[in-house]
């Protein structure tokens, strides 16, 4: 009797439309000549499902497959920074990717009552604090212009009103800004461009 195939389900998370493809030739439209697909197979869908919920960073040292360009338009030796929020206001919270390799250099959060914006900002913040103190000259990357904005005017413009819940966050805020003011710094700050790269290495996976 012929062994019947085990069904596999395959999580993409950056792809022409991300998702969980219970076969491998939907997966692979999905992939194929995608700059910067990341994707990887799974024996079951619940452990799909979970993985699909989670930064797919966490899923390397399983082989998850990552495609990356072979000349990228970007700079690899980089630090790329994100943000992600659920509600606006609502649990923030951010981080930093090593862009070569996907390993995350930092991570703040979740925590409550916060924004997007504000996340960015401290994620910039946070990437020219590291890299200042590490002595790195590589660049960082962002995907918010209103982060860069903030960052050059050394001032996070939020329009969020300071509460008892979110006061970690605005303490954090008012560390942020007295780094800018106090620090001067040699880093490079970078846009991501998202529509031409895909989503920044930083990124959450929940779009």
Known sequence: ????????????????????YDNWTDCRLQVQG???????????????ELAIEKTPWKYIGNKAKVVRPENPPYITESLAVDAACSGN????????????TGQQIFHVGPMKQGTNNIGEFLALVHGLAYL???????????????????VHQKKCKTKLERTAVNEPIFKLIERAEKWLRENDYSTTIRKWETAEWGEIPADFNRK
């Not at 197979?41 to 799909?48: D, H, V």
């Not at 206001?89 to 990717?97: C, I």
């Not at 200042?132 to 903030?150: E, F, I, R």
């Open 1 to 20: 009797m012929e062994k019947m195939k085990k069904q596999k389900y395959y999580v993409v998370w950056n792809g022409v439309q991300p998702g969980i």
């Open 34 to 48: 995608y700059e910067g697909a990341i994707y990887k197979s799974f024996g079951t869908r619940k452990e799909a």
């Open 89 to 100: 206001p609502g649990e923030m919270e951010y981080r930093g990717v090593f862009v070569a």
């Open 132 to 150: 200042k103190k590490t002595g790195c000259t590589m660049p960082v990357y962002t995907d918010s212009h209103n982060a860069m904005l903030w």
